[in-house]
C-alpha cells in the first residue's frame, strides 16, 4: 500500500502520531495510508511557513503570477492521474472528476492574473492617502471530502497569489489530492511556503487554537464552523467560513416541465448531491407537481451507478458510511412520515457505499428531510399553491447559501429571486460557480466569500497609508 507522507518546510515526513487508511467508497476496501501528524509536527509546518513568510511576502507580484501559472501547467499535465485518484478516494465518476481538475486549473491561473490594487483615497495638495493590501502572513486551509482537490485550490491559490505561506490539513476522509497538489505546488515555490498536515480527529482543533496562524479558512459543516470559530478567537484570527446549505428552488407555476426537469435533477444530484449549493427543497405549484415528480423519476432512472472508473458510470456512490447512514435515516423519516419514496430510497446491495437517486414526495417543511441538510442522492419535492408562501418555507432555514427560481417570465423570476435571503440567487439554474464571480453564504451558512477579487482581498489585511506632502510640513 502506498504511503502518503506530509510536506513540512519542504520535507516529506512521517506524522509522529500514526497511521490512518483510506478508503475507497465504492469498494469499502483501504486502499491507501496515510501519518497522522502530532502537535510538535503542526508547530514546526507552523514556524517554516512563518520563515518563509519572511521573503515571500516580498516577492513580486510577476513571480508569484509565474509561480501559479507553472502549477497549473503541472496539474493540467497530471490531470489525468489526479482525476483517477480523486474518484478512488471520493468516489465521483471519472468525467467529474476530471472536471474538478480542470476546474482548478482554471482557478489557478485566474488567482495568477488578478491584480492587487493600490486604491487611491484622496490626492490634494496638502496630502495623498492610499488604501494598501498586505498579506496577513500564515493561512490554514481546512477542507472537507465532497470535492476536495478543487475546494483545496480554492482556499490555497489567492492566499499564495496574496503573499502568504500557507498550511493545507485535508479531510482525513479524501487527503490524497490535495497531498498530491501540494507536492505539485513545491516544485514551484520557496521552502516552507506550502506546507500540508494530516491526522484524524483533533488536528483541525490544534491548527483553528494555534497562535502561529493568522487566518483559517474552513470548509465544512455549519458545527464545525462553529467550533473553528470558538477555537480561533484567542488570537483574533481572520476567518473565511464556507458552511452547510439548504438551498430551497422555487418553480414559478407554468414552467415548462421538460425544458428545466433535468437542469432541476443535475443541480440536485450533481456530486450525488454532495454539493455544498446543491438543490436540496424543490417547491413546486400543486398544479405541476406531479408532472416534476414524474419527469425527476424517468431522469433517475436512467442513471447508471457504479464505480466512477467503470465506463458509463454517470453516478458513483455516497462517499462515507456515516454519510450513507444520514441519508438513510433522512428518507426513512420521511417514509415513517408519510412520505412516497417514488424511487430509489434503500442503499443498494453490494459492496460500497451506493445509493441510488431517490425522489421524496408528500412532505413537507417540518419534515427532517425538508428542514436538514441531506447532503446526498435525495431530492423532497414540496407543493405549494401561493408563490410568496413558497418563498416565506424558502427564507424560513436557518441556512443561507444559495437558492433559485425558475419561471418563464424572467423579471418575474428574478424579482423573486432577489427576495430569497441567500449568499447566491439563481435565475432558471442553480450550483453555477466560476472564477470571477464572489461566492459565499449568508445566515448560518458563513460569512466571506470566495472567487473573483472580492475573495482574493480576504487573504489581506489593510494597511492605509496617509502621506502628508512635504510643502505644507
Ligand atoms: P466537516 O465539518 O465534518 O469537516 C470539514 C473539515 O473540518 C475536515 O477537514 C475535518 O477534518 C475538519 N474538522 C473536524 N473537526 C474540526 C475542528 N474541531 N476544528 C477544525 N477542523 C475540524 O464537514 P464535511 O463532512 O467534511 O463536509 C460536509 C459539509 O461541508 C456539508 O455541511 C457541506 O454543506 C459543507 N460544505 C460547504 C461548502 C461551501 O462552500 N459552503 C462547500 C463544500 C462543503
Known amino acids: 500500500m502506498y504511503d502518503y507522507r506530509m510536506l513540512i518546510d519542504g520535507a516529506r515526513v512521517v506524522g509522529e502520531d500514526g497511521h490512518f487508511d483510506v478508503i475507497n467508497p465504492a469498494t469499502e476496501v483501504a486502499f491507501a495510508q496515510c501519518t497522522s501528524c502530532s502537535l510538535d509536527q ?36 497530471d490531470a489525468d492521474g489526479l482525476a483517477r485518484l480523486i474518484v478512488a ?36 495638495l496638502a496630502h495623498r492617502i492610499e488604501l494598501h493590501r498586505k498579506p496577513l502572513g500564515v493561512v490554514a486551509s481546512i477542507t472537507p471530502w465532497n470535492w476536495p482537490f478543487m475546494i483545496a485550490i480554492w482556499h490555497i491559490m489567492p492566499a499564495l497569489r496574496a503573499g502568504n505561506c500557507v498550511i493545507s490539513k485535508p479531510s482525513s476522509l479524501t487527503p490524497l489530492s490535495t497531498l498530491r497538489l501540494v507536492e505539485i505546488i513545491a516544485r514551484h515555490v520557496p521552502r516552507g511556503v506550502i506546507n500540508i498536515v494530516t491526522g484524524e480527529r483533533g488536528l483541525g482543533g490544534a491548527i483553528s487554537s494555534h497562535s502561529g496562524i493568522h487566518k483559517i479558512v474552513f470548509t465544512g459543516s455549519t458545527a464545525t464552523g462553529q467550533r473553528v470559530m470558538q477555537a480561533a478567537a484567542g488570537n483574533l484570527k481572520r476567518l473565511t467560513l464556507e458552511l452547510g446549505g439548504n438551498d430551497a428552488a422555487i418553480v414559478l407555476p407554468g414552467t415548462p416541465v421538460e425544458t428545466v426537469a433535468e437542469d432541476i435533477f443535475q443541480a440536485a444530484f450533481l456530486n450525488m448531491g454532495q454539493t455544498c449549493a446543491a438543490l436540496k427543497r424543490l417547491y413546486v405549484h400543486e398544479s405541476q407537481y406531479q408532472a416534476f415528480a414524474d419527469a425527476l423519476v424517468e431522469i433517475a432512472g436512467r442513471q447508471v451507478i457504479g464505480d466512477g472508473l467503470e465506463a458509463d458510470v454517470n453516478f458513483g456512490p455516497v462517499q462515507n458510511r456515516d454519510q450513507l447512514e444520514l441519508v438513510a435515516e433522512l428518507v426513512d423519516d420521511a417514509r415513517a412520515q408519510g412520505g412516497q419514496v417514488l424511487c430509489g430510497g434503500a442503499r443498494l446491495d453490494r459492496p460500497g457505499f451506493f445509493y441510488p437517486p431517490t425522489i421524496v414526495t408528500g412532505i413537507s417543511d417540518g419534515h427532517r428531510l425538508v428542514d436538514e441538510e441531506q447532503f446526498g442522492p435525495v431530492l423532497p419535492l414540496i407543493a405549494y399553491r401561493d408563490e410568496e408562501d413558497a418563498l416565506r418555507r424558502a427564507n424560513a432555514s436557518e441556512m443561507g447559501l444559495g437558492g433559485s427560481v425558475w419561471g418563464l417570465d424572467p423579471e418575474q423570476a428574478q424579482a423573486f429571486a432577489s427576495r430569497l435571503e441567500s449568499g447566491v440567487a439563481w435565475v432558471n439554474c442553480h450550483a453555477q460557480i466560476q472564477p470571477n464571480t464572489p461566492f459565499g453564504g449568508s445566515k448560518m451558512s458563513g460569512f466571506g466569500v470566495e472567487f473573483g477579487l472580492e475573495g482574493l482581498l480576504e487573504c489581506t489585511g489593510q494597511q492605509l497609508l496617509y502621506v502628508r506632502k512635504r510643502e505644507t510640513v
Open 42 to 77: 503542526l508547530d514546526q509546518a507552523v514556524n517554516a511557513a512563518q520563515a518563509a513568510f519572511k521573503g515571500w511576502q516580498h516577492s513580486t507580484h510577476a513571480y508569484r503570477r509565474e509561480c501559479l501559472q507553472l502549477i497549473a501547467d503541472d496539474i493540467e499535465r
Open 89 to 124: 478516494e471520493q468516489g465521483k465518476p471519472l468525467a467529474l472528476a476530471f472536471s474538478e481538475v480542470m476546474g482548478g486549473v482554471a482557478w489557478t491561473r485566474y488567482a495568477a492574473d488578478l491584480d492587487i490594487p493600490v486604491e487611491l483615497v484622496e490626492d490634494t
